[in-house]
């Protein structure tokens, strides 16, 4: 796979900016030295050359990354450990770049295999705005949800209605969560929690599942939350341990086919089918996207009032920011919810009910 030269030094400055702007000043001045790492011709350039025809679209610097992060979580770079606070570490900019690259040269054959894996987030902060729609859903249309996630990776964002969210005004999901989402993720004016969300089923799927009931599973998902962003790495371990009480199973399957045959069951009167994903399209193949279109309008054609449809998606709309989405049949109108942060933070409510 070749991309067009110059694409990959693009891709890392693209990501070294999304850092520096969503609030990981380590990755930014990291992510610059392997950039100059990459123009010299040095190891970041042997690993990543070739990996990807568009290392932007793919993200590929954060699979760079994560491969680096597990190493460490792990044990394994403990030089790079005791510069990632996530390890405990302390992080000084005049080392780590240096540090990195040793770890790439010492480990090549893992980055390799880590540079071709698919990323990997599920970014539990991402909830609370879902939350928010499932409830302006519930309120809209009076009755239970039954919902479909692709995409779902871990599934934790499946788990939603197992942590509670207050506005300061409203509040929804369970009030006896230890992972708890307070006022400062919505900008004011504050949306409406009110009416209760009732779920009658939950499912979900993933090209590559990770199963979070193993050790292995639990580091995955930990490699990819950025090392000094210990806010995040706490709920994550957070989320990781509720669902190992509880677990979801995540379906391995391409999320066409997958929706195609979930959503072809008759749907029951009285529940709204709505199928979400966050931060997803991405990365799904164009034959994937296609599927999951089909599926979602052959469901579309059968929607009725008693037996609504929707299409709630949080995907990119800006270097910062994406927006959520809902389609909703019959009928097939779209509208823009809100406007929230890649990992949830700064939810601009912009719906009414």
């Known amino acids: 796979m070749t991309a067009e030269p110059g694409a990959v030094e693009a891709s890392l400055q693209a990501q070294a900016a999304s850092a520096e702007h969503i609030g990981?000043?380590?990755y930014a001045s990291l992510l610059s030295e392997l950039l100059a790492d990459h123009r010299a011709g040095g190891i970041t350039a042997d690993l990543l050359d070739?990996?990807?025809?568009?290392?932007?679209?793919?993200?590929?610097p954060l699979r760079y990354l994560a491969t680096a992060h597990r190493l460490a979580l792990a044990g394994d770079?403990?030089?790079?450990?005791?510069?990632?606070?996530?390890?405990?570490?302390?992080?000084?900019?005049e080392t780590l770049g240096r540090e990195f690259i040793e770890v790439a040269r010492q480990h090549r054959s893992a980055f390799e295999a880590g540079v071709r894996r698919n990323v990997q987030t599920n970014e539990v902060g991402r909830a609370p705005v879902l939350a928010t729609a499932f409830a302006l859903i519930t309120r809209r249309h009076r009755m239970a949800l039954d919902l479909l996630e692709i995409g779902a990776s871990a599934g934790l964002l499946s788990h939603w209605d197992r942590y509670h969210y207050d506005t300061g005004f409203t509040s929804a999901g369970d009030p006896d969560s230890p992972l708890r989402f307070d006022?400062?993720?919505w900008n004011d004016p504050k949306?409406?929690?009110?009416?209760?969300?009732?779920?009658?089923?939950?499912?979900?799927?993933?090209i590559d599942p990770i199963d979070i009931t193993t050790a292995a599973g639990r580091l995955t998902m930990l490699s990819f939350v950025w090392p000094d962003q210990q806010e995040r790495l706490d709920r994550l371990r957070t989320a990781l341990d509720i669902a190992a009480r509880l677990p979801i199973t995540v379906e391995r399957a391409d999320a066409g086919?997958?929706?195609?045959?979930?959503?072809?069951?008759?749907?029951?009167t009285g529940v709204a089918t709505v199928v979400f994903h966050s931060i997803v399209w991405q990365y799904l193949p164009r034959?994937?996207?296609?599927?999951?279109?089909?599926?979602?309008?052959?469901?579309?054609?059968r929607a009725s009032e008693q037996a609504p449809v929707f299409w709630l998606r949080m995907e990119p709309a800006g270097p910062t920011?994406?927006?959520?989405?809902?389609?909703?049949?019959?009928?097939?109108?779209?509208?823009v919810l809100a406007e929230v942060g890649y990992h949830g933070t700064g939810i601009r409510w912009l719906a009414a009910d």
């Open 50 to 60: 070739g990996v990807s025809a568009q290392p932007t679209h793919d993200a590929i």
């Open 24 to 26: 990981s000043p380590l």
């Open 183 to 185: 006022a400062r993720w």
């Open 191 to 206: 949306p409406s929690l009110s009416g209760k969300t009732v779920v009658a089923s939950t499912r979900c799927s993933d």
């Open 321 to 335: 920011f994406a927006d959520v989405r809902l389609t909703s049949w019959p009928g097939g109108g779209e509208e």
């Open 287 to 301: 034959p994937t996207r296609d599927g999951v279109r089909r599926a979602i309008h052959a469901a579309a054609d």
């Open 77 to 93: 770079a403990p030089g790079l450990a005791r510069l990632y606070p996530s390890c405990g570490g302390t992080w000084r900019g």
């Open 257 to 268: 086919d997958w929706l195609q045959a979930q959503l072809a069951l008759a749907p029951s």
